[in-house]
């Protein structure tokens, strides 16, 4: 049933023949009645080393597999961190008939070959560049935490000069915010360096070169991440110590506004970009209620999903007992699952996860009205992931005149800040468009007369 989606998508923080295993593979998997498209991706180099990603529609279900073992007609990939893993036989040329598991969870998966259709990406960045691209590394001394990233650095100023920490949404990223082929923190660090800004982005702790338990770890472990990439940042030569910001988006808007808040490091500036700017569990309700309208629920559906998803977020903020809430959470949902199945449990007890409890528990407005440092804020009016209308109203209402905010809002663009028709999660890979030249502009300008 289709309401199940609405429900569930709350938890999104998840020889001879082996040679034709190259390629594009793409199926189905079932998820609690719901059909998700996923995308298998194997690629063989001249030094015989396989490579295999998955992807799904979002990139909070896109990851790289760590374990590729390909043997004749067979195939194995697992991803220890995520607990992933997939186990198949190709049957014919042109397909492989496997099993795909999460955690304790299995789910039959046929995958068919196909050829890519090569999306135009213009935007994306193209090396030579002209200005310098560093790999770096730093700690989160407070974890003792080895994390990984990009520093591009302007070749024609001597400095000193602006510098800004870009911070990535929710799910494990890379540090491009790679999402459907699009590179937007790439496009974003490319067009800042340019205009004379030191820019470092990272990849998320459990990602690409970094280190670190993504899985189990919380927001305050990610603002942990944060503060030792501004500390790195403030050491590098030629930066401006009174010019050093944090740029996130969306859940990394929400991370710059709780440093910013507790003044747990030192940012001269914050830009935030889609941030969340009411209580979490409010925004979840909101998110769902238009993620849903997006994929063409009817009003009575939303209405019995929206109700759940309250009483849900009510016993994840409790005090309750990890087993205690569960308990509660399957009454809630007995409606709907009145027989539930076991990989249905297995889902719903992700809610009682510490990190997910400890990111509904957020409400970021105590610590926005302890900003005293400049603030840009972007939306879209078509994102419906975080709406833009009640978070910008928090902004406007909760910020102090300190912040001297500038608060924009950009007709026609959706989550990522493309020119959307719909706005919806499935749109984004149709787009050409990376991410809004109108919004960069502003960015610059403000930067520089903040």
């Given at each position: 049933?289709?309401?199940?989606?609405?429900?569930?998508?709350i938890?999104?923080?998840y020889?001879?023949?082996?040679?034709?295993?190259?390629?594009?593979?793409r199926?189905?998997?079932?998820v609690?009645?719901?059909?998700?498209?996923i995308?298998?991706?194997?690629?063989?180099d001249?030094?015989?080393v396989?490579?295999?990603?998955?992807?799904?529609?979002?990139?909070?279900?896109?990851?790289?597999?760590?374990?590729?073992?390909i043997?004749?007609?067979?195939?194995?990939?697992?991803?220890?961190?995520?607990?992933?893993?997939?186990?198949g036989?190709?049957?014919?040329?042109?397909?492989?008939?496997?099993?795909?598991?999460?955690?304790?969870?299995?789910?039959?998966?046929?995958?068919?070959?196909y050829?890519?259709?090569?999306?135009?990406?213009?935007?994306t960045?193209?090396?030579?560049?002209?200005?310098?691209?560093?790999?770096?590394?730093?700690?989160n001394?407070?974890?003792?935490?080895?994390?990984?990233?990009?520093?591009?650095?302007?070749?024609?100023?001597?400095?000193?000069?602006?510098?800004?920490?870009?911070?990535t949404?929710?799910?494990?990223?890379?540090r491009?915010?790679?999402?459907?082929?699009?590179?937007?923190?790439?496009?974003?660090?490319?067009?800042?360096?340019?205009?004379?800004?030191?820019?470092l982005?990272?990849?998320?702790?459990?990602?690409?070169k970094?280190?670190?338990?993504?899985p189990?770890?919380t927001?305050?472990?990610?603002?942990?991440?944060?503060?030792?990439?501004?500390?790195?940042?403030?050491?590098?030569?030629?930066?401006?110590l009174?010019?050093?910001?944090?740029?996130?988006?969306?859940e990394?808007?929400?991370?710059?506004?709780?440093?910013?808040?507790?003044?747990?490091?030192?940012v001269?500036?914050?830009?935030?970009?889609?941030?969340?700017?009411?209580?979490i569990?409010?925004?979840?309700?909101l998110?769902?209620?238009?993620?849903?309208?997006?994929?063409?629920?009817?009003?009575?559906?939303?209405?019995?999903?929206?109700?759940?998803?309250?009483?849900?977020?009510?016993?994840v903020?409790?005090?309750l007992s990890?087993?205690?809430?569960?308990?509660?959470?399957?009454?809630?949902?007995?409606?709907v699952?009145p027989?539930?199945?076991?990989?249905?449990?297995?889902?719903?007890?992700?809610?009682?996860?510490?990190?997910?409890?400890?990111?509904?528990?957020?409400?970021?407005?105590?610590?926005?009205?302890?900003?005293?440092?400049p603030?840009?804020?972007a939306?879209?009016?078509k994102?419906?992931?975080?709406?833009y209308?009640?978070?910008?109203?928090?902004?406007?209402?909760?910020?102090?005149?300190?912040?001297?905010?500038?608060?924009?809002?950009?007709?026609?663009?959706?989550?990522?800040?493309q020119?959307?028709?719909?706005?919806?999660?499935?749109?984004?890979?149709?787009?050409?468009?990376?991410?809004s030249i109108?919004?960069?502009?502003?960015?610059?300008?403000?930067?520089?007369?903040?």
């Open positions: 049933m289709r309401l199940v989606f609405i429900i569930t998508l938890f999104q923080f020889g001879c023949i082996g040679q034709d295993f190259k390629g594009n593979w199926g189905e998997i079932e609690q009645g719901v059909k998700l498209p995308e298998l991706i194997l690629k063989h001249r030094g015989d396989w490579t295999a990603s998955m992807a799904g529609q979002t990139a909070v279900n896109s990851f790289q597999f760590s374990s590729v073992h043997s004749e007609d067979s195939v194995f990939l697992s991803n220890s961190q995520n607990r992933i893993s997939f186990q036989r190709q049957v014919r040329q042109d397909m492989i008939r496997g099993v795909f598991k999460r955690g304790s969870t299995s789910i039959p998966l046929v995958l068919r070959s050829v890519k259709e090569i999306k135009r990406r213009p935007q960045p193209i090396a030579p560049y002209p200005y310098d691209t560093v790999e770096v590394s730093f700690f001394d407070f974890d003792q935490v080895k994390l990984a990233g990009t520093l591009t650095v302007p070749r024609d100023g001597a400095g000193p000069m602006p510098a800004v920490v870009l911070v949404g929710s799910g494990p990223q890379d491009d915010e790679t999402i459907e082929g699009h590179k937007p923190f790439k496009v974003i660090a490319d067009y800042l360096t340019r205009r004379g800004v030191m820019v982005r990272y990849d998320d702790r459990g990602v690409g970094s280190k670190g338990d993504y189990n770890s927001v305050g472990d990610f603002s942990k991440d944060v503060i030792g990439a501004i500390d790195y940042l403030r050491k590098q030569k030629n930066v401006d009174d010019n050093v910001g944090v740029l996130g988006h969306s990394g808007g929400l991370i710059a506004m709780l440093i910013a808040g507790q003044k747990s490091a030192k001269n500036f914050i830009g935030l970009l889609a941030p969340p700017a009411i209580a569990d409010s925004l979840m309700v998110q769902a209620y238009q993620v849903g309208r997006s994929v063409g629920l009817s009003e009575e559906e939303l209405i019995q999903a929206r109700t759940i998803n309250r009483k849900n977020f009510s016993v903020k409790s005090t990890d087993q205690d809430a569960y308990t509660q959470i399957m009454r809630n949902v007995s409606s699952f027989r539930p199945t076991q990989e249905q449990k297995n889902e719903f007890r992700m809610l009682v996860t510490s990190p997910y409890r400890y990111f509904m528990r957020i409400d970021p407005v105590p610590f926005i009205r302890q900003i005293n440092i603030v840009f804020a939306y879209g009016t994102d419906v992931q975080v709406p209308a009640v978070n910008l109203e928090s902004l406007t209402n909760n910020l102090p005149v300190e912040a001297n905010p500038t608060l924009k809002v950009y007709d026609g663009l959706n989550h990522f800040f020119q959307a028709k719909t706005g919806g999660v499935s749109e984004y890979a149709s787009l050409e468009e990376t991410f109108d919004v960069l502009a502003d960015l610059v300008d403000w930067l520089y007369t903040k």
